[in-house]
């Protein structure tokens, strides 16, 4: 009886990290992602750093998406781990953008959100996601 219990308080823990980050995600992203390549170049000229020819509007398109996608995939589930990768991936390039900015306290925020990220890797979305209920409704 009390591994069931430990085990809820577990998944509902997992839970209650998935869609908190998600919603915040999909707050800082959508808005951006919708007014226009101005806001994706704003976003693109962050990671300056790491490449030479690519446009500063590609780039920013590609970041905001995986944001919007990570977020989605938080909220549900779907394609948990794939989007946990790519979100440790997108904090530790932010990581090394602060690093390399001077500033203090958000290196390590984003390095923070990388180990997060790859911890959700490791554990997976919960029983309490979208995707696991429909695949055992299914199954």
């Not at 430990?6 to 919603?23: N, P, Y």
């Not at 590609?58 to 946990?84: H, K, N, T």
């Not at 900015?101 to 919960?126: N, R």
């Amino acid at each position: 009886m009390l591994f069931k219990s430990q085990e809820r308080t577990i998944h509902f823990g997992l839970l209650l990290m998935r869609l908190g980050i998600g919603s915040v995600l999909l707050y800082q992203a959508v808005p951006k992602m919708v007014k226009g390549s101005a806001r994706w170049a704003a976003v693109g000229a962050d990671f300056r750093f790491l490449y030479a020819q690519l446009p500063v509007e590609a780039v920013g398109l590609a970041v905001l998406l995986i944001m919007v996608l990570g977020g989605l995939c938080m909220l549900s589930g779907y394609f948990f781990r794939l989007a946990s990768f790519f979100l440790a991936l997108l904090s530790g390039l932010y990581f090394m953008r602060f690093m390399k900015s001077g500033y203090i306290t958000l290196p390590l925020y984003a390095a923070q959100m990388a180990f997060v990220f790859a911890g959700f890797i490791y554990c997976g979305p919960g029983r309490y996601a979208v995707a696991v209920k429909l695949e055992k409704k299914g199954g």
